[in-house]
Nanobody, 124 residues
Framework: QVQLVESGGGWVQPGGSLTLSCKVS???????VAWFRQAPGKERRGVAS????????MYGDFVTGRFTIYRDTAENTVSLHMRNLRPEDTATYYC??????????????????WGQGTQVTVSS
């Protein structure tokens, strides 16, 4: 069983930046890590993913170059740096890990361990 703990959420004004971190109990024997988000009354959506082997990255269309996912294998951490945040980015952000190859990296069915989530609020 893999344990994940997210941190770094909070309130930020539009145009601001935040970095979310996902501390994973182990990255060995995992295929990939992803960030998802869910706003009240909306479906959960894939934000960004990274494979732990060759480091392939994928981003949701709505990211539009504003977010960067990166891994620190020495610290067992996968982080999401978000800049130029918009009110529509307000959501609970979740980190998830996949133990097998991800067929559709930004779809949640690929992932078998999840964190508790961290809230991001973008407002003036």
């Amino acid at each position: 069983q893999v344990q994940l703990v997210e941190s770094g959420g909070g309130w930020v004004q539009p145009g601001g930046s935040l970095t979310l971190s996902c501390k994973v109990s182990r990255l060995s024997h995992l295929y990939g890590v992803a960030w998802f988000r869910q706003a009240p009354g909306k479906e959960r959506r894939g934000v960004a993913s990274v494979t732990l082997g060759i480091g392939n990255k994928m981003y949701g269309d709505f990211v539009t170059g504003r977010f960067t996912i990166y891994r620190d294998t020495a610290e067992n951490t996968v982080s999401l740096h978000m800049r130029n945040l918009r009110p529509e980015d307000t959501a609970t952000y979740y980190c998830a890990t996949a133990s097998r190859e991800t067929i559709v990296p930004l779809s949640d069915f690929n992932y078998d361990s999840w964190g508790q989530g961290t809230q991001v609020t973008v407002s003036s």
